[in-house]
């Protein structure tokens, strides 16, 4: 059983930061690129930021600059650190990555923590 499990949400005023994390556990052969993607209140979920397993990023051009992306291929896992965070940031984020099990690579998905920008 592969599992993505997130940490680190929490409430936070404008212009503060957080570090997300994200760690894999499981049957894992190999993982492949990682991504975090956010799903506002009463909106549809988006892309935030991806990296491969050679370390290359790419960011949405609303947080970039601002929030950072890396990995830890020992421990399977991946984070996020937002700095200067907005209220618009507010929103459920969740992980995602390709995995290899047992000869297949299969998208999986974390559960999701809250981050909340509010003063």
């Known amino acids: 059983q592969v599992q993505l499990v997130e940490s680190g949400g929490g409430l936070v005023q404008p212009g503060g930061s957080l570090r997300l994390s994200c760690a894999a556990s499981?049957?894992?052969?190999?993982?492949?690129?990682m991504h975090w993607y956010r799903q506002p209140p009463g909106k549809e979920r988006e892309w935030v930021t991806s990296?491969?397993?050679?370390?290359?990023?790419n960011y949405a051009n609303s947080v970039k600059g601002r929030f950072t992306i890396s990995r830890d291929n020992v421990k399977n896992t991946v984070y996020l650190q937002m700095n200067s965070l907005k209220p618009e940031d507010t929103a459920v984020y969740y992980c995602?990555?390709?995995?290899?099990?047992?000869?297949?690579?299969?998208?999986?998905w974390g559960q999701g923590t809250q981050v909340t920008v509010s003063s």
């Open positions: 499981g049957s894992i052969f190999s993982l492949g690129t």
């Open positions: 990296v491969t397993t050679g370390g290359s990023t």
């Open positions: 995602s990555a390709y995995i290899l099990v047992t000869g297949t690579w299969r998208n999986y």
